[in-house]
C-alpha cells in the first residue's frame, strides 16, 4: 500500500518546496494541488494517495475558486495543475 509509510511520517507541511508533498518523496514536483496550489507532486498517484492527509490542511488558494475546483462535499482531490 503506498500510504503504508505515510501514517508514521509528520504531516507535510505546505509550503513553496519544489519537492513532491507525498510524505518521503524527494521527487521533482512539476504539478500543484489546485485547490491550495501551496502543495506540489510528482505524480497525479502520489497527489491522489496524499489527499486523505493533505484535505484536512488544504485550503483555496482564492475562496472564489472553489466551486470550480471541486463540488461541496466531494471527498475526491482536485485535479493537479501544472
Aim: hydrophobic share 35%; net charge positive.
Amino acid at each position: 500500500d503506498i500510504l503504508s509509510n505515510a501514517w508514521t511520517l509528520p504531516p507535510t507541511k505546505m509550503s513553496s518546496n519544489k519537492a513532491c508533498g507525498f510524505p518521503g518523496c524527494t521527487l521533482p514536483a512539476p504539478m500543484k494541488c489546485s485547490r491550495c496550489r501551496e502543495v506540489r507532486y510528482c505524480s497525479a498517484e502520489h497527489q491522489k494517495a496524499h489527499w486523505k492527509l493533505h484535505k484536512k490542511l488544504c485550503a483555496p488558494a482564492d475562496p472564489r475558486n472553489v466551486a470550480l475546483v471541486a463540488a461541496p462535499g466531494s471527498s475526491a482531490p482536485p485535479a493537479a495543475a501544472a
